[in-house]
């Protein structure tokens, strides 16, 4: 099995960055994409970013230009920098990663257990 660790939510004022880092550990032969979805309270979990092994990133309408995905492949390590942060940003951040355990394997994916994001008006 493979755990993912987020780190770095947090209380920031609108118009404020943070950062969020996400780390895998467990058996890993690969991570073919990890990723980035949020849960407001009343709310379903949506997309916020994914990235895939080779670098190329996906992003929610609504995050476009504001924040950035990226990772580090030999620290099995996704980050998601937010900028110009808004109240309506505010919600539970999960970190999603789709790994296998060998070549032939196939992939499975797994979740964090969130960190809260909270943006002051």
């Known amino acids: 099995q493979v755990q993912l660790v987020e780190s770095g939510g947090g209380l920031v004022q609108a118009g404020g960055s943070l950062r969020l880092s996400c780390v895998a550990s467990?058996?890993?032969?690969?991570?073919?994409?990890m990723g980035w979805y949020r849960q407001a309270p009343g709310k379903q979990r949506e997309l916020v970013a994914t990235?895939?092994?080779?670098?190329?990133?996906n992003y929610a309408d609504s995050v476009k230009g504001r924040f950035f995905i990226s990772r580090d492949n030999g620290k099995n390590t996704v980050y998601l920098q937010m900028n110009s942060l808004k109240p309506e940003d505010t919600a539970v951040y999960y970190c999603?990663?789709?790994?296998?355990?060998?070549?032939?394997?196939?992939?499975?994916?797994?979740w964090g257990q969130g960190t809260q994001v909270t943006v002051s008006s």
């Open positions: 999603n990663a789709v790994w296998t355990t060998a070549p032939w394997a196939s992939p499975r994916d797994s």
């Open positions: 467990g058996r890993i032969f690969s991570i073919n994409a």
């Open positions: 990235i895939t092994s080779g670098g190329s990133t």
